[in-house]
Nanobody, 112 residues
């Protein structure tokens, strides 16, 4: 069964850090582009960061220099290190494999 399960969300004050993890199972993790997306109520889901099969990364302008995406192919795990969090980063964060498989999401709440 193809599955992505996120963890690591929570509540933090502005300026703080969180690390999200995504555990993949049921498919060859290293064969897919992987990414983190986020969504707030009433808004469309937006791309946060992606990592291609060759390891190249891409970030939304709003998170550049603050967030870092990484993956461990041997363990089938995707991570998102989020530093210098701002209230605007509050959202449900989703892990995805090429936009075809999605996790259930994890809530990140940043307070001022």
């Amino acid at each position: 069964q193809v599955q992505l399960v996120e963890s690591g969300g929570g509540s933090v004050q502005a300026g703080g850090s969180l690390r999200l993890s995504c555990a993949a199972s049921g498919f060859t993790f290293s064969s897919y582009c992987m990414g983190w997306f986020r969504q707030t109520p009433g808004k469309e889901r937006e791309r946060v960061a992606t990592i291609n099969r060759d390891g190249t990364t891409s970030y939304a302008d709003s998170v550049k220099g603050r967030f870092t995406i990484s993956q461990d192919n041997t363990r089938g795990n995707l991570a998102l290190q989020m530093d210098s969090l701002a209230t605007e980063d509050t959202a449900v964060y989703y892990c995805s494999a090429c936009g075809k498989v999605w996790g259930q999401g994890t809530q990140v709440s940043v307070s001022s």
